[in-house]
């Protein structure tokens, strides 16, 4: 009887320590041994160069084989795997790694321009570290676990992904004194005036990443221009507007002139342009930073009459709903600072509402909090009330309910919206690529996202490298922001409640966010559109996440997208008892968290099948079709003139 | 440009107003209609009937047209359509539905002897309310809900399924109290000396569900007997122990005198007997009632004689594990009742440990908080931390994490164990089915299922009628108690944590437990096999729910099954982190609670996808084989002999 193998194929032995210890599970997370895990988790994340990684793509079948066979390689020598690029910078040996889930690991501790790799020497298969230096958020040196002997300098690196790592050694060294301080230079190559390893690393994917985004295609398959919108090239050279991007979709009849006009009343002048355009109804989705109205209530005549030719190009409504994503305090406090929002009697048909999301330094809080309960233990008996007390889930809730109330009345009102914050940069991003996402079954594609990605958040000036703190020793920089996180959060709870409705698989999700980190490519690299492509050409010089992630897209699509049943507008629920916190990003260097069964495989293996036999079905056709062509002519009567035989 | 086609298919409306009202979550509920709602969730858990549901086994191309003409034959009169068997007892028209999701619902409300049956008269399509009459559990008549006039009397239902029922009328009159009257005596049949429903119920499935279960049978998939095991028929006429089976799994070497002799040491009678073998290692699970050791600690010869004999029975392991179910105490505080557990001292070789699950009454409190929490209305804003005050997900894990501790030590150490609890009929049953689940993938297909639940819960006694309260009016019963719904809900916190490891979906667990109550099979009925088979005959007189469900049994697979993938033993992990609240089962009345996407069709499609493109397959592939053979028919030289043309 062999109806049942061996167990679980996934750590086994920690699996079960796991599931029989449920009562003492602080003390069990220390006990438990898990030799590959971390390195298995690491492969997911960091590392992603072609000739790691890429294989998965080339073919289904050979990958296991290739990607073993690579590991034993690596198996032979302790030093680290290298991506074209990448330069080893120190290295030292006996460091012990402190890992919160297992027993203490010796071994060899490399640092490159790129990443920390570690790796054990006191088990078999070796346990392996491997950590984009990019999340480092902050490097600090403290008195060791033990005051004397083993393990008395210890080395805490804070990261930006939930996670923290902890060295130690038995004494300093000069080997091990200098793989430390590289760790600290090339964690923050700005503040250390080296160049971010994007300009350094020299793969080749041959897939266009830097074409995904046209924007003149997109417009165009928006539908614009039309007789109510043009594509305007007035801030062509950055000029008009620095964090705009060098294209925008504006009212037919606005002439440039009257386009500075409005601009200049506008915070940083970040003038109303169009994000999205309804299909039939032509209602729009347009976003703006505050106009400028301050404490005197301030009015400008263009600003209004711009607004109305925003309400007027949608025949539909004679109502535009301006959406402020601030709570109103908020809103009228920033009039003190000059800005401030549109008075209902000045923008006459103008609609304002307040969408209540909390700025970018309470987001900070939450997020800081969740961490503290999810790294490196989690207290198990009061999970639930820890997790509502960081009121993450009611920010991620308040963020998709906003997005909600936008795309209802686009899709169910036929009015425009006019999305905007204070800058226009934050939250304005979550809320107009959330309502594009309900309303348009295309940016549920992986491309699709992809565009909204860059469209949303990287074209009009989502401050990625400050909210991320790309390369810059400040780890308490009020800047920092997990902004585009909630985004992506948002987008994961989106799946979660239409598990048919998007192309693209959690896996996507996770590697957008590790690179968003990680540095390896210039897609998150700096502030602007401006900075990006024409202060640094980062398209001529770095690498675009979406060259790796096409270059092997298999792995990252939903295989139960049913796309011909999502043509319509998908309205998720935002609230609290349908929000889940997002334990396959959050926790997932806790072992403990990692899903029971290999979704990532599963999934591989139904799109196989599923191609499998669409080929066998078509072949079969194929063969049918040509074996009844020759039973047609041999049936035919020889008299009949050949001609095509 | 038709990219997007309308909304969202399932009550549009409703669902709009629930993602944008998230803030004013209690006010939207009761301003927001959804006219089908209640039909439709009725139609999944009541009247499952062949005549109404059954089409959807047939042929399912043929569904919604065949139910929707049904429907639409039914709008046609007020009046209820009826199973073969039920009769309409009594009628009321200008009733009023207080729905707790929508305006109030004006209309007709028909009893019969097997639901209750309303019918809107304001709404087109028609609001429609089916519930069988078992799952009442309290019928009160209350003031109405204003002192005069409109609604001035009440009518309060209480349901065993999570929802109360409230009807109102403008006063008195001799058809409404002759409507109401019916519903409190077709609902509590045993106290009205009425028959159950069961029994006059008159379908026919044509599919054989009382024989889903053969002991026999289930024994010889287990290899017994064996060298060590046999099969017992001292209890065949359930005069040694009328709580337990005809056929019990032994020791080879136990006489029936020594079986009798065991079984007067034991709480009931309840003697440790086989429940699984392990097909390599031959370890078993036993179970059983507490030993009668007392506060003396009373010894007896023959039961330790005996636990020696199933020790020995496994050459792999030279101890038996005792698991107790019972918090230590409460297992300490039974010996004042004559009960306890067995010492390590007389016992030698035994362990004996505590799993802490909590009795029936601490469960019953559980649910009952859980209850208030989800019905009618959520405060979404204390969701997490007022489902961690019910504790419901504490005894979940405390049970999942005991199913694991068994299976454990059964497939790590090879050892046997002994499962009991006070009299091994609710947390024992509880315990080994889980175990048992675990460790053998049949139990994790559909039909393993029913054979899981008539082996471990019907066959061993579980008191259904006891703990359900089948048609008595005894809402406050301290024998009630929801044992069996916690199973279902740790399969199904399997079944999230195994996604591809089950046959059967979540759509058949929901399906159990609705007919767990409804009364309209004979499966869940009395407490004992002997009162079943012997007393009432319930295979002769009644319908099996397996009967009802393996007729239509493409509705309850799981299209993501990957049997292949999951031959091995589970451990699911028994933490408060990976448990969910089963929001598809409590809280599916709430109309904001409901899956975004209809997944049940989904599935369906699935199936019927893979189904297809299978018999293409098949079809091309015989094709091509019939044609091949004509090909080397017609070119074999005519001078062969043709034998065979």
Redesign the interface.
């Known amino acids: 009887?062999?109806?049942?193998?061996?167990?679980?194929y996934i750590d086994t032995p920690n699996?079960?320590a796991?599931?029989?210890s449920?009562?003492s599970?602080s003390n069990s997370e220390r006990s438990v041994s898990f030799p590959m895990n971390d390195s298995s988790s690491s492969k997911e994340s960091g590392s992603p160069s072609k000739s790691l990684c890429s294989s998965a793509s080339s073919s289904s079948e050979n990958v296991p084989a290739l990607e073993m066979k690579m590991l034993k390689d690596f198996a032979q020598s302790d030093e680290s795997p290298l991506l074209p690029g990448e330069v080893v910078q120190g290295m030292a040996k006996d460091v012990t790694y402190l890992c919160p889930y297992s027993d203490f690991v010796k071994g060899t501790l490399t640092v490159t321009n790129y990443k920390l790799y570690f790796k054990g020497s006191d088990r078999e298969p070796p346990f392996i570290l491997d950590v984009p230096l990019g999340v480092i958020s902050r490097v600090e040196k403290i008195g060791g676990v033990s005051s004397k002997g083993e393990n008395s300098y210890c080395l805490d690196i804070i990261c930006k992904d939930m996670r923290n790592l902890r060295f130690a050694h038995r004494q300093e060294n000069h080997s091990r004194r200098q793989v430390f301080e590289k760790i600290q230079q090339y964690a923050f190559p700005i503040t250390n005036k080296l160049p971010l390893f994007a300009f350094e690393y020299k793969e080749e994917y041959g897939v266009a990443g830097w074409s995904v985004y046209d924007p003149e295609a997109e417009f165009r398959r928006q539908?614009v221009p039309n007789d109510s919108w043009k594509i305007s090239r007035v801030n062509e050279k950055y000029e008009l507007i620095d964090t705009y991007p060098a294209l925008l979709g504006v009212p037919k009849s606005a002439t440039d002139e009257e386009l500075k006009l409005v601009s200049s009343f506008r915070t940083r002048g970040r003038l109303p342009v169009l994000s999205w355009i309804h299909?039939?109804s032509l209602a729009t989705i347009t976003r703006s930073s505050q106009p400028m109205v301050g404490v005197a209530g301030k009015r400008n005549k263009d600003d209004e009459n711009y607004i109305v030719k925003i309400m007027d190009s949608n025949a539909h409504s004679n109502k535009l709903f301006i959406m402020d994503a601030r709570p109103s305090v908020n809103a009228l406090a920033n009039k003190a600072k000059g800005g401030g929002f549109e008075s209902e009697d000045a923008y006459t048909g103008c609609e304002v509402s307040f969408l209540?999301i909390h700025n970018i330094h309470v987001m900070r809080e939450s997020l800081r909090k969740l961490k503290e309960l999810v790294f490196p233990t989690?207290d198990?008996?009061?999970?639930?009330?820890n997790?509502?007390s960081t009121h993450w889930?009611?920010h991620i809730?308040q963020i998709l309910?906003g997005g909600?109330?936008v795309a209802?009345k686009v899709?169910?009102n036929k009015a425009s919206v006019l999305v905007h914050c204070s800058d226009g940069w934050d939250r304005t991003a979550q809320l107009t690529s959330l309502a594009m996402m309900m309303?348009?079954?295309?940016y549920r594609t992986l491309k699709g996202l992809e565009v909204l990605i860059e469209k949303e958040w990287l074209s009009f000036g989502h401050k990625f490298a400050q909210r991320v703190g790309h390369g810059e020793d400040k780890h308490s920089d009020a800047d920092r922001s997990p902004v585009f996180l909630q985004f992506i959060d948002c987008v994961w709870q989106m799946t979660r409640?239409?598990?048919?409705?998007f192309e693209f698989n959690e896996h996507f999700l996770v590697t957008i966010l590790d690179h968003l980190y990680s540095c390896l490519f210039g897609t998150f690299l700096f502030n602007s559109e401006q900075q990006r492509v024409k202060e640094m050409k980062v398209r001529e010089n770095t690498k675009s996440l979406w060259s790796f992630i096409n270059y092997q897209m298999d792995d990252f699509i939903n295989p139960l997208y049913?796309e011909y049943?999502h043509?319509?507008?998908?309205?998720?629920?935002?609230?609290?008892?349908?929000l889940e916190i997002w334990?396959g990003y959050y926790?997932r260097w806790n072992p403990?968290?990692r899903?029971?069964?290999p979704?990532h495989l599963?999934n591989r293996?139904l799109l196989v099948l599923k191609a499998q036999?669409?080929k066998?079905?078509e072949e079969?056709?194929k063969?049918?079709e040509s074996?009844n062509a020759r039973g047609i002519l041999q049936s035919q009567p020889r008299v009949s003139s050949p001609v095509n035989v």
């Not at 409640?497 to 409705?501: E, G, K, M, V, Y």
């Not at 043509?567 to 349908?578: E, K, N, T």
């Open positions: 009887m062999d109806r049942r193998g061996s167990q679980e699996r079960r796991d599931a029989a449920s009562d599970i539908g299909p039939r209540d989690i198990d008996s009061k999970w639930l009330s997790i509502e889930l009611d809730k309910a909600v109330k209802d899709e169910n309303l348009d079954p295309y409640q239409f598990p048919n409705a049913a049943l043509q319509h507008v998908l309205f998720p629920v935002a609230s609290m008892r349908r334990t926790c403990r968290m899903p029971q069964e979704i599963r293996e036999l669409q066998k079905v079969l056709q063969e049918r074996k």
